[in-house]
């Protein structure tokens, strides 16, 4: 299936020519699925859930799906936690404490509270919200929006309900064009001219490549629209044996292809005639490129868009500040996004993103680095390529990122080069022996 024929299978229904007026965002309920634990991010999903991983300076990954919802105008929302989720409940309590003109919580935190007879954990994405169907059913939602809380990227789901809607289909997956490398992490979709999806394959080792191209793949962004009556009967089927299983990617959506009516929905930027911006950070190199591109000159992902507000808590810190202006004990920040409570003391920074309440002492050079909240960096460092963790206290004349030999004995080094830094790395260090002068 073509690019254009993808577009025109999607509809021919925008902002200005709805059908539904805006009474589907209010029939919608939004599932937010944020138990995971991201073990592709190393150290940084140690602690907590992925979807509570920093990002872009001031917020978190779930800010993102978050903001979404409320900006499509989708005020039930379910955030379905499990794995480490005490930061991300505080995130969540703090952050998006919003309520209905009834005055009921926008949105509501669901963890993992073993309703089943088995007592177990959530065991896939499609029996976290199984568990959880004595209160999601009490919502009377007509649709079921279901999210990853980990994803980087602005939608307007408005349409892609208003695409499932006509269509008439039982499911809808919202997909972008991937390369065939990258495809390969993700499920892929096999469509016709029609957008229905005819073929779905989890992460597979060959991808198939959209029609009339051999290097562009159709995949899936983990992001699906339910009918909620035809989801909970299937979930239930799939629960007693009689239908798919745990997960929506490996059981579920294999089982309903040519059974039920399926469909797909295009994610894609109509202006510049290309796949939407859409990040999923699951590893260490691209958590840190995404980050990185935020410093672009003109970056794909515009965060200062004031008609989509990406939200988030706002942490109650002073303006950040530069201090000293001599030739070689200068504060000073280039193509960088500094944020409120840092305090850049004498040191120069090139093209980072460095997060809240951040002290980077004289004589330090950060670059291509990525610094998480609360932390110091002492006198003397030099970081180049780097992930530094939260809370992390950096020794003076530390040096990170210009010898990857040597730094992978005493952190993570990614496969494209990023180096890792928590503290508990740094607290296993033998200061004396291990530390390598700037």
Not at 36 to 49: E, F, M, P, V, Y
Not at 168 to 194: P, S
Not at 215 to 223: A, E, F, I, P, T
Not at 332 to 352: E, F, L, P, Q, T
Request: glycine share 10%; proline share 4%; hydrophobic share 35%.
């Amino acid at each position: 299936m073509t690019t254009s024929s993808l577009i025109e299978a999607r509809g021919r229904f925008g902002d200005k020519n709805r059908l539904f007026g805006n009474s589907l965002p209010h029939r919608t309920l939004a599932l937010v699925l944020a138990g995971g634990r991201g073990s592709r991010l190393q150290g940084l999903t140690d602690w907590r859930a992925k979807p509570a991983v920093p990002f872009g300076g001031k917020y978190r990954l779930i800010d993102f799906a978050l903001s979404n919802c409320i900006n499509s105008g989708i005020g039930r929302v379910g955030i379905l936690t499990q794995y480490m989720s005490h930061s991300l409940n505080q995130h969540v309590q703090q952050g998006w404490g919003m309520t209905t003109p009834d005055g009921a919580p926008m949105m509501q935190l669901l963890p993992a509270q073993q309703r089943t007879k088995e007592h177990n954990w959530y065991t896939g994405t499609a029996d976290a919200i199984y568990q959880n169907l004595d209160i999601i059913r009490g919502y009377g939602a007509e649709y079921v929006l279901v999210l990853a809380g980990d994803h980087i990227y602005k939608m307007d789901y408005r349409p892609l309900i208003e695409e499932h809607v006509r269509t008439e289909a039982d499911m809808t997956i919202c997909a972008i064009e991937t390369g065939v490398e990258e495809a390969r992490q993700f499920g892929v979709l096999g469509v016709d001219d029609k957008g229905s999806v005819l073929r779905f394959s989890e992460k597979p080792a060959n991808p198939e490549t959209i029609p009339g191209t051999d290097d562009k793949c159709l995949s899936s962004m983990g992001v699906y629209v339910f009918n909620a009556k035809f989801l909970y009967q299937e979930l239930i089927n799939g629960h007693e044996g009689k239908g798919s299983g745990d997960d929506f990617g490996k059981d579920v959506i294999p089982s309903l292809i040519g059974q039920r009516k399926v469909m797909s929905y295009a994610f894609r930027d109509d202006v510049k005639d290309e796949a939407a911006y859409w990040r999923d950070v699951g590893t260490l190199d691209a958590f840190w490129q995404a980050n990185l591109e935020l410093v672009d000159i003109v970056p794909p992902l515009n965060l200062y868009d004031k008609d989509w507000p990406i939200r988030t808590f706002a942490t109650q810190a002073p303006p950040a500040k530069f201090v000293f202006d001599s030739e070689d004990r200068c504060g000073a920040a280039v193509n960088s996004m500094i944020c409120d409570g840092c305090i850049i003391s004498g040191a120069r920074i090139k093209n980072s993103v460095i997060c809240n309440n951040v002290v980077a002492n004289e004589q330090t050079e950060i670059d291509e680095s990525v610094i998480l909240p609360d932390c110091i960096v002492g006198e003397h460092c030099k970081l180049r390529r780097v992930v530094l963790d939260r809370y992390c206290e950096v020794p003076a004349g530390t040096t990170i990122g210009y010898d990857l030999e040597a730094d992978a004995q005493r952190f993570h080094v990614s496969d494209g080069g990023v180096v890792l830094v928590t503290q508990q790395m740094i607290e296993k260090l033998d200061i004396n022996n291990d530390r390598i002068a700037a």
